[in-house]
């Protein structure tokens, strides 16, 4: 499949956004129809939500499996008061849904399924020693992962891992596949099986 750098998506996004596209339910919708079409309903879910958007659609496929029966915790680890404007939105309606958010892990369950929405393709520095303890804790659950975008503690457009990385079975990126996950290293090995929903947006040619 084709790939792409994170200023190439970003630039799609913008051009989707600016043209009256909403694309974080899109987003949110096309994640929970993922775990919907290989889950039942009684399988319990944890959304990890992110300090931005990546976790505005981890909130959106949160709220979306618990109308359809699933049992679903958020842990957003960064709370709700700095989260962008869509991201907030997204998780008002996971509160107004009935959806309870904690803000660590010692409080949450054990799920049968995570979903990863920490950072997306967003991130660039190492992950602090907090974030690291969260990625361990998950990865040392030993279930079924599904991130969003690119697994967390990974450069998306390297494939570079920054720290250890959540260990996806699969990845769902938006828009478009990073380069990072199409290189053989850290960013194609965390990634599990790869998918794309475009979520109606259109991009260029692959360089």
Not at 127 to 152: E, F, I, K, M, R
Request: charged share 15%.
């Amino acid at each position: 499949m084709p790939s792409y750098s994170v200023a190439q998506i970003r630039r799609a996004e913008q051009l989707a956004l600016a043209a009256g596209r909403a694309l974080m339910p899109l987003a949110g919708r096309a994640a929970a129809e993922f775990i919907a079409a290989r889950f039942p309903p009684d399988r319990s879910i944890l959304a990890l939500a992110g300090p931005g958007n990546n976790g505005g659609d981890a909130l959106e496929a949160a709220s979306r499996l618990l109308a359809l029966g699933f049992a679903v915790q958020a842990v957003l680890p960064s709370g709700p008061a700095k989260l962008p404007p869509d991201a907030a939105r997204a998780w008002a309606c996971w509160r107004a849904a009935g959806g309870q958010t904690q803000e660590t892990l010692a409080s949450a369950a054990v799920p049968d399924i995570v979903i990863d929405g920490l950072f997306g393709i967003g991130l660039n520095r190492t992950l602090d020693t907090a974030w690291q303890a969260l990625v361990d804790t998950v990865n040392g659950w030993n279930v079924p992962v599904l991130a969003l975008d690119v697994p967390s503690g990974i450069d998306a457009d390297t494939g570079a891992a920054l720290g250890r990385p959540i260990q996806a079975h699969w990845t769902l990126s938006f828009i478009a596949t990073t380069a990072g996950l199409t290189r053989p290293g850290p960013g194609q090995d965390a990634a599990g099986e790869r998918y794309v929903d475009t979520l109606g947006v259109t991009m260029p040619p692959a360089d």
